[in-house]
Structure formats: structure tokens, C-alpha cells
């Protein structure tokens, strides 16, 4: 009897964690949007920016898996250059936007690419996935006068 009851306990831990891969891989990770910052970042620096940001708006361009996309922004006046989740944001400056908490994020983007040239920002977003405002963490790094980014949804 014990050993049907340890063999079973056994069985939905695997069960549960094999479950549980399943659901973190439907997310980006950190290490995903950092790898994905530096691809940007080196296409950017390769083939210009014009180009670069074509592959990033582009779904099929090879920026965008799952939650994980590129995004582009000014760093003089918050406007979007390039949106791998959102085209209608392009052209549109977010330097006053708020997240969901009252926190002017790009504004702490800008001035994190400007001080340290990269580096983590956290706020509120909405995921493309669940159209649900969910807590997100951005990784950017500073080109020339833009940031590239990419955020993981952590909701």
C-alpha cells in the first residue's frame, strides 16, 4: 500500500512538473530578451536602422516569439520607432504615458539607456498574448540616439 502511495505521489510531482515547463515556456525569459536585445542591437549596427527596423516591425522578421518582441524609441523625445507587437504605436511619442501604477516608464527607459546604457526597468504593460495589463520587466540598451528593448511579462 505505501509503495502505491509513494509510486502515485511520485507520478503528479512529474506530472505537475513537467505542467510547469509547459507554462514557463509560453513566456519569454530574461535571458531570452537579453539575447534578443543583442540580435537587435547587432542588426541595428550591421545593416542600418532603416533595415533593422523593417525585420522588427515585421512578424515573421525573426524579432518576435511568443511574448517576447523588439521595440525602438527616441531618446530626445520618447517617440517609437520600430514596435514588433503594436505598429500603431510607431510614429507616437510614449515619453508621457503612464503605466498602470502612475509611472512615467519610458521616461526611466530613456534615462537609463542615457546614464548606464542599459539595464532593467519594471512597470506595467499590456501583453499582446493576454491582452492583459501584466507586470513586465524591459531590457534596453542604448544605440547612437535610440534604446532597443525587450520586455518579459512576468503575470
Known amino acids: 500500500m505505501l509503495r502505491k502511495l509513494v509510486t502515485a505521489l511520485f507520478a503528479m510531482a512529474a506530472i505537475a512538473g513537467v505542467h510547469f515547463v509547459a507554462v514557463a515556456n509560453e513566456n519569454g525569459s530574461a535571458d531570452e530578451a ?4 543583442e540580435k537587435a542591437f547587432t542588426l ?3 545593416e542600418g536602422k532603416e533595415k533593422a527596423y523593417e525585420a522588427f516591425n515585421d512578424p515573421n522578421g525573426g524579432f518576435k516569439d511568443r511574448d517576447l518582441y523588439v521595440f525602438i524609441i527616441a531618446l530626445n523625445d520618447g517617440v517609437v520607432q520600430a ?4 505598429k500603431a504605436l510607431i510614429g507616437k511619442s510614449l515619453l508621457n504615458v503612464k503605466d498602470g501604477d502612475g509611472r512615467l516608464f519610458i521616461q526611466d527607459m530613456i534615462a537609463l539607456a542615457k546614464g548606464e546604457g542599459t ?16 507586470p513586465k520587466s524591459s531590457y534596453v540598451k542604448k544605440f547612437d540616439d535610440v534604446l532597443v528593448g525587450v520586455g518579459i511579462y512576468k503575470g
Open 34 to 37: 537579453k539575447i534578443m536585445v
Open 119 to 134: 539595464g532593467w526597468i519594471d512597470y506595467k504593460w499590456p501583453n499582446p498574448t493576454t491582452k492583459k495589463v501584466e
Open 44 to 46: 541595428v549596427s550591421k
Open 83 to 86: 514596435h514588433g507587437a503594436n
